[in-house]
């Protein structure tokens, strides 16, 4: 019996230490996602509900294979939750699997973020959102589908479910590319971002280029200005934009040519990260001991230092002590009592007890 | 380490509290040399606040040692770096309150210099900690309450000082000790 109380107390209390769940409110960060996934189970009809957001996909509906092309997709008409987050997915299908554009033959060069996932997450602080992303057509030539998929929270939202809205699928015809057409090579990914200060160039690879030219501008900037490029091998080139301090994202635009022919590329960003830091583990330790060393040692300097004459330390106090030992035996000698009947033996009349006499044990020895 | 985080929490309040109580206490215990309201409380006040550093002292390094085994990389940013240096700086003042009381006892509050010393030694250990607790809260949350100040250091740059240079420190720094050592010795001699 008591063993099974508590067993079903152990239960209880298991039961009751678990917390409510709700999937993730504050995002899970840019990542490569299948359809209707996001970390969570808002695939479930039950958690989650048709967000009422219009979507749209902006992008070219003829690219030649292996060339750069930008997709845009505008978001608009939802409700977002407290904290503004709605994420968004660039799909190569819905079928809940392999559904990431590359399974497709898509390459993203650079994702809204700066970097290279299918699924982002925005804050904003308005209705409407349009991001986009930069990607290498498929070699495969024929017709394309790309997909966009969001999922948010919202204001009023008392059942914590995921807001799930859906395009169709977006036909792009993959031609194939001319001869000699020039782009990027395959492979090549835009810099996500480079150390604040820092302007070391960047590395470009191309294909059927005989020259390269770079524009580069900041956020919200209308005119673009040319960057310095050098080839330094057969299709490569060093590409010199200035550096960037905060949280810049500058932008920049690559122009491949041969002869005549010119391929001006959609608008990619490098953003700015903080400084490397330098410091070790072990550094840390020896300076916060150094630290440590020092103000004792000076504050024990500057104590010294302002001690005036007479304040003794208490580890000084010997004589104190030793005068009150001395008075405390004055006291109970003074106290006993002769007795002349019992020679050698003094009366202590507080403790009620015969003591032996010091002076006479002493004497008759 | 498995139990770090919750362990840091609960040693990071108790240190924060105990820093809180010193400080306050030392400070009080220095206004009753000038406030006669508080003359009665002196002795009680110095008590709490001796106790309390005593605490502080042995909390505080526990606290960086948790601290140091919560994150995965405990040096890896200046934020981080700096809860090292404002702790070494704490735990510095805080040991130094400690020997002015074991050397002086209650005296110490009876003497203007001894008492200013003291009662700095104090303020600069609960300053210490109060930094602490804001970078802390920073990492965590984002946001202290510090952060209404108009002036505030900016935690996300560090001073670094090279591992050579802090050895050479950790040397001056012991030296000093060890001379301040024997110049106490040899101050008492010459009171004797």
Redesign the interface.
Known sequence: MKSRIIVVSIILTLLLATSSGVANPGGKGDSNRDFTCGGSCHGDPSLSSPSPAEIQIDMKSTAFSGTATEVSISVSGMELSNNDLIGIFLLGSKNGNNDHPEDYGWQIIQDPNGGTSNYVEIVSSENTVTVSWVLLAPMEEGQKEIFASIQHGSMYNHDNKAFIGETDGFIVNIEPIPENYPTLEEGWVSPDERVSGDSSAIIIRTVNTDSLSVLWRLPGESQSHEASVEMISDQEWEVSIPATLGDTRIEYQIISSMGEFSNQMPWLSIGTSDPYFDGTSLGAKLQSFSIIMIIFGFMLSLQTWFSPRGVSNLVDNTNEVEETISQQNNDYWSRLIKSDENPGWLWDPVEKEWVADPDLSRGEQ | MMYAIPFHHMIVGLSAGAGTLMGICAILAWLSNRVSNLESSKSTLDKASYAASILTLVTLPLA?FSG?YSVSD?????I??NK??F???A???T??YI??R????T??WN?P??AN?QML?ALFGLTSIMILGSIGSKITLGESTLDILPLWPEF?N?I????WV??F??I??????I???K??DS??KS??
Do not use: C, D, K, W
Request: hydrophobic share 50%; glycine share 10%; aromatic share 12%.
């Open positions: 960086m140091y405990p040096t890896g940013s200046a981080f770096y090292f240096i702790s070494g700086i735990i510095g003042f040991s130094s020997a002015g074991i050397r002086y006892g005296e110490i003497h210099a001894l010393l030694s996300m560090s670094v000082i090279n591992q802090s050895l420190l950790v001056i720094g012991v030296s000093s000790v001379i301040s050592f110049m106490m101050s008492n009171q004797i």
